[in-house]
């Protein structure tokens, strides 16, 4: 069965720095699109960040251009989310998801699989 497990979250002040893991099991996602996604509470969910099946290509929304780093290491089936300068803004729910069509999606219905999401809060 296909699985995606977040990692990481937590309580942070604001200026600080989370690493988000997203670690696969039970097929292969090395030729998936990888995504991030969060929802804060009575908000839909939207997009962060995504990766190509490479990692040549990356995409980021606004609102985290140059604080968010997005990677992944195929070899071990995992992505991870490089959050630095948090802010209270950033609090949510981050899932990540896998997308397995050839161009990147900024929309969370065009993912395949999801994982169960983490929490991450930014106090000020």
């Known amino acids: 069965q296909e699985q995606l497990v977040e990692s990481g979250g937590g309580l942070v002040q604001a200026g600080d720095s989370l690493r988000l893991s997203c670690a696969a099991s039970?097929?292969?996602?090395?030729?998936?699109?990888m995504g991030w996604f969060r929802q804060a509470p009575g908000k839909e969910r939207e997009f962060v960040a995504a990766?190509?099946?490479?990692?040549?290509?990356?995409y980021y929304t606004d609102s985290v251009q140059g604080r968010f780093t997005i990677s992944r290491d195929n070899a071990k089936n995992t992505v991870y989310l490089q959050m630095n300068s948090l802010k209270p803004e950033d609090t949510a729910v981050y899932y990540c998801a896998a997308d397995r069509s050839l161009s990147v999606s900024k929309w969370y219905i065009d993912y395949d699989y999801w994982g169960q999401g983490t929490q991450v809060t930014v106090s000020s």
């Open positions: 990766i190509t099946w490479s990692g040549g290509r990356t």
């Open positions: 039970g097929r292969t996602f090395n030729n998936y699109i």
